[in-house]
């Protein structure tokens, strides 16, 4: 058997050529098999056994595996949103408010947004719980599915005014509190939950609006006997207040005449009476008497 031997002229040429194909051979190898997978930031990665069954979670970072014996997954650590609403802008799936009963079986549309994540303890039961499925399908089937049951079986509990407007608060917190629970069976936690808007079927809104018309001018009608009331009281409170003061003015004035009438003695009456008479008495005189005495003043003479 003959080895054919490239000339001492060709050898470099031969063996670089054969150390190309070797790489681009690895390089093909490496993408096909793909013995490695990237967990990024903010998540936690689950590396499944195929042959054992052993589940194994790693942190952000290359997380190796082999091909055709083990799987890698990753499932969020940090934050992720869930939103349920109306405006196509906003909502995952275009137009997606929740269709809420209430317990007069009137229906009406909500939105709802939801945060929640998994940690690196949990990640393994979010494997286990969905068979290695990715979050997109997760979230697209049991995560919208548990938030749709959920706030529809709290929601069929309360009145529609309760819903939007009394108990808005309790329905968020009761929804919240529940889907906590379903989420924890698999692995997630839910960290909150938020009410949006609620979007009322135009019948109904007539009739809200017209409830509110009538509520706001039953509480303007209280509202104005409420201030006639007190304006009333304020004329009685100052009609008493003046005939008060009349009172204690008159009271005064008596008992200054009181105290000045005590204080005057006939004398000084006398003194005063003389103190502005003329000089001239008056030619006709009554039974009353003089204001001089003047049988005591001719004594005086005498």
Partial sequence: MEINMPKSGSWVPWFG??????????????????????????????????WTG???????????????ITQVQSYPTSLRTYTLVMRESEGTNGDDSIDLPTREGQHIKQDLSTTYNTSEAKAALVFKSFRGADIEDIESTFVRRTIITVAQNVAGTMSLSE??????????????????????????????????????????EAQMQQKMGAQQQAQQAVYELQKQETLAKATVAKARGEADSVLIKAKAESEGNRLLQQSMSATLVQYKSVDKWNGVLPEVTGASTPFIDLRAKGKEEK
Avoid: C, W, Y
């Fill in 17 to 50: 050529a054969r150390v190309v194909i070797l790489f681009i051979t690895a390089v093909l190898l490496v993408v096909f098999f793909r013995p490695f997978s990237i967990i990024s930031p903010g998540n936690a990665g689950v590396i499944f056994n195929m």
């Fill in 54 to 68: 052993q589940l194994r979670t790693v942190g952000q970072g290359m997380a190796f595996r082999i091909p055709f």
């Fill in 163 to 204: 819903i939007i407007s009394d108990k808005r608060g309790e329905l968020q917190e009761s929804i919240q509190k529940s889907l906590s629970v379903e989420l924890d069976k698999m692995g997630f936690n839910l960290d909150k939950v938020n009410l949006g808007a609620s979007h009322l079927p135009p019948a109904i």
